[in-house]
T-cell receptor, first 119, second 115 residues
Framework: GAVVSQHPSRVICKSGTSVKIECRSL??????MFWYRQFPKQSLMLMAT?????????EQGVEKDKFLINHASLTLSTLTVTSAHPEDSSFYIC???????????????FGAGTRLSVL | AQKVTQAQTEISVVEKEDVTLDCVYE???????LFWYKQPPSGELVFLIR??????QNEISGRYSWNFQKSTSSFNFTITASQVVDSAVYFC????????????FGQGTELSVKP
């Protein structure tokens, strides 16, 4: 159990285009999902916390108009990188948080990540 | 302020050696959770263990064991008889109660196990 699917795994796009990344909890419901960014050889940097049915909470320094997050259901959250530029190239990872009630112990389960390259 | 420190950036061992990955944390909360995740080269973070602040029992799972000591604010991870497949970056993380499940990650330790 506790499988999180993230799609696509890799995307290459031209500068100025928008890219949408999907994060799905396949076998559990997640009221909270998280989006991270990871630079090479570095730790994960939390970008935003996404709660189902409400607006995402962004960390300081993260542009909410640049990184649009939608969490329309208990199993799906999306991150859209709008008007992507080369500096947005990075590894983006999502996670879905289980619940104590659901037997998943309040643990974040991670997707496989999306490697974004903006030319 | 909350913080997680993994002082070892890189560790290299030969297969079958035991290796311990250190993790030291800082928090003012009395209720918190500690985690270890493994990130293999493929990129996905794999959950390994969660410990809550009231449970100082050490845990063993196969070749993995964890030593939680509140007195030294440490949550160290030992791999016994390491294997090449253990090569990965390992992250220690802290979550404080009432913070909506946010994880504070350490910088990670890259473990390389050579045959």
């Amino acid at each position: 159990g506790a499988v999180v699917s993230q799609h696509p795994s890799r995307v290459i796009c031209k500068s100025g285009t928008s890219v949408k990344i999907e994060c799905r909890s396949l076998d559990f419901q997640a009221t909270t999902m998280f989006w991270y960014r990871q630079f090479p050889k570095q730790s994960l940097m939390l970008m935003a916390t996404s709660n189902e049915g409400s607006k995402a909470t962004y960390e300081q320094g993260v542009e909410k108009d640049k990184f649009l997050i939608n969490h329309a259901s208990l199993t799906l959250s999306t991150l859209t990188v709008t008007s992507a530029h080369p500096e947005d190239s990075s590894f983006y990872i999502c996670s879905a948080r289980g619940s104590e009630r659901g037997g998943l112990g309040n643990i974040q389960y991670f997707g496989a990540g999306t490697r974004l390259s903006v030319l | 302020a909350q913080k997680v420190t993994q002082a070892q950036t890189e560790i290299s061992v030969v297969e079958k050696e035991d290796v311990t990955l250190d993790c030291v944390y800082e928090t003012r909360d009395t209720t918190y959770y500690l985690f270890w995740y493994k990130q293999p080269p493929s990129g996905e973070l794999v959950f390994l263990i969660r410990r809550n602040s009231f449970d100082e029992q050490n845990e063993i799972s196969g070749r993995y064991s964890w030593n939680f000591q509140k007195s030294t604010s440490s949550f160290n991870f030992t791999i016994t008889a390491s294997q090449v497949v253990d090569s990965a970056v390992y992250f220690c993380a802290l979550s404080e109660a009432g913070q909506g499940g946010k994880l504070i990650f350490g910088q990670g330790t890259e473990l390389s196990v050579k045959p």
